[in-house]
């Protein structure tokens, strides 16, 4: 069984740079569709960036140019690359699992983690 957890969360200032880490404590993440998602302060959680089991990368428009997302199916691990980050880039930072990519944008995913909070201050 799958089990996530974010971990790299934390306070930065605009512009900054950050790395997020989804570990999966379970079984291999290798057959799965992995994705970043967010939630702001009074919103709804929102697709961030995804990548399929086959490495085909899904970016949302507030990820494209800024976001990256990898994966090291070795070591189980989930990496969100967040840079030239900007206020509004403060959410709670979930990443998910599901076996299929276009499920997964949707929000529907098999595994979620409990999240980790990220805040740009200005």
């Known amino acids: 069984q799958v089990q996530l957890g974010e971990y790299g969360g934390g306070l930065v200032q605009t512009g900054e740079s950050l790395r997020l880490r989804c570990i999966n404590h379970?079984?291999?993440?290798?057959?799965?569709?992995v994705g970043w998602f967010r939630q702001a302060p009074g919103k709804g959680r929102e697709f961030v960036i995804g990548?399929?089991?086959?490495?085909?990368?899904l970016y949302s428009e507030v990820a494209r140019g800024r976001f990256t997302i990898s994966r090291d199916n070795t070591k189980n691990v989930v990496y969100l690359q967040m840079d030239s980050l900007k206020p509004e880039d403060t959410a709670v930072y979930f990443c998910?699992?599901?076996?299929?990519?276009?499920?997964?944008?949707?929000?529907?995913?098999?595994?979620w983690g409990q999240g980790t909070q990220v805040t740009v201050s200005s």
């Open positions: 998910a699992a599901h076996h299929w990519m276009p499920s997964l944008q949707e929000g529907t995913a098999d595994y």
């Open positions: 379970g079984a291999t993440l290798s057959e799965y569709a």
């Open positions: 990548e399929s089991k086959f490495g085909d990368k």
